[in-house]
């Protein structure tokens, strides 16, 4: 088992829909889940980051986070054109964790939002 | 602030070959990390520093990689001799605070590609 998995995808979304993206970590140890956003050719960009249950919001994204389940998710409002990328789900584990600090990625979600 | 600066931007080497792999963080980041990202196998964690002293190298592949961070400013990852399956994006990221709760702020990357 992965220990970030994420759906590869494409995932295609019309211009002005909701896109969801998901995310599953393995370790329970996990503490700290961000979402970076990759354009093709260019580096990760951190556009969210959450460490407690629930909502996190900002603009048109949302963050979400589920500890029990083991999920966090993004949600991007009216989706543009420009959101088209691939979204990486990051997690870290807390301290006196064997892997503590380490930042580990899941494969990243592409996203398509067509006009 | 430049943000954090790495060099070359893009290297093209033959097998057996040394390549060396430049990076400046941001001013005042204590942490630095050094991953690589494939299609295969996405985005890696090679190795971290903190306050110039190696953490976690657990992700450096074989003895053939080598990290140094000489001072706060500078960092350097050494692939000797290079293989074609070396061949990726090399991505250095600095931060400001401890992890777990910290940002990581990604370089814009090194394409390498060995012959």
């Known amino acids: 088992q992965k220990e970030v998995e994420q759906n590869s995808g494409p995932l295609s979304v019309p211009e002005g829909a909701i896109a969801s993206l998901n995310c599953t970590y393995s370790d329970r140890g996990s503490q700290s889940f961000f979402w970076y956003r990759q354009y093709s050719g260019k580096s990760p960009e951190l556009i969210m980051f959450?460490?407690?249950?629930g909502d996190k919001e900002d603009g048109r994204f949302t963050a979400q986070l589920n500890k029990a389940s083991q999920y966090v998710s993004l949600l991007i409002r009216d989706s543009q054109p420009s959101d088209s990328a691939t979204y990486l789900c990051?997690?870290?584990?807390?301290?006196?964790?064997?892997?503590?600090?380490?930042?580990?990625f899941g494969q990243g979600t592409i996203l398509t939002v067509h006009p | 602030d430049a943000g954090v600066i790495q060099s070359p931007r893009h290297e093209v080497t033959e097998m057996g070959q040394e390549v060396t792999l430049r990076c400046k963080p941001i001013s005042g980041h204590d942490y630095l990390f050094w991953y690589r990202q494939t299609m295969m196998r996405g985005l890696e964690l090679l190795i971290y520093?903190?306050?110039?002293?190696?953490?976690?190298d657990s992700g450096m592949p074989e003895d053939r990689f080598s990290a140094k961070m000489p001072n706060a400013s500078f960092s350097t990852l050494k692939i000797q001799p290079s293989e074609p399956r070396d061949s990726a994006v090399y991505f250095c990221a600095s931060s400001l605070l401890a992890p777990p709760l910290d940002t990581q702020y990604f370089g814009p990357g090194t394409r390498l590609t060995v012959l």
């Open positions: 990051a997690v870290k584990v807390g301290a006196g964790g064997t892997s503590y600090g380490k930042l580990t």
């Open positions: 520093f903190n306050n110039n002293v190696p953490i976690d």
């Open positions: 959450i460490y407690s249950n």
